[in-house]
């Protein structure tokens, strides 16, 4: 799925939103037809902020909808959807008193690890197609932007 032409597209004419953007798409599109295709059933985009990195084991349903950047109810729902899929538990934290915390089931821990083996799928064949130098340097500027006061 080829979504711009760089012969006729310069770096001066793409804005960083896009350039960051889609790629992030096209992995998440392709978690989720593998994820389907290896039996992990029900799962859709919708899905993705909750499974997207770092994962929601242990965590509370108002920590991952922050980082998803949705409303406490949106994400509930969401939460709900993946437990009726057999994917996550929710119970109350002992260490919180009342508080509710999300935890992955042995199905959600399968699709957690099938997540992550697709992941190092997509990066082999990235690293292929922009060369091993260009790939690493790639993920090391990234990962300064990702470290830096840019995203904090």
């Excluded at 990195?53 to 709900?80: F, H, I």
């Amino acid at each position: 799925m080829k979504m711009i032409s760089s012969d006729k597209t310069t770096t001066t004419e793409m804005l960083i939103g896009a350039l960051l953007r889609v790629p992030a798409q096209v992995i998440q599109h392709r978690i989720i037809r593998e994820l389907n295709a290896a039996g992990f059933d029900g799962l859709t985009m919708a899905h993705m902020p909750v499974l997207q990195y770092p994962g929601p084991d242990r965590v509370r349903p108002g920590t991952l909808a922050e980082r998803a950047g949705m409303s406490k109810q949106a994400m509930n729902r969401l939460l709900g959807t993946l437990e009726e899929l057999g994917y996550v538990a929710r119970s109350d934290s002992p260490e919180e008193g009342r508080a509710r915390m999300v935890r992955l089931t042995k199905r959600g821990h399968a699709v957690y690890a099938k997540i992550l083996d697709i992941l190092h799928d997509i990066e082999r064949e990235w690293g292929a197609e922009l060369g091993s130098k260009d790939f690493h340097e790639l993920k090391k500027l990234l990962l300064r932007v990702w470290e830096s006061s840019l995203i904090q």
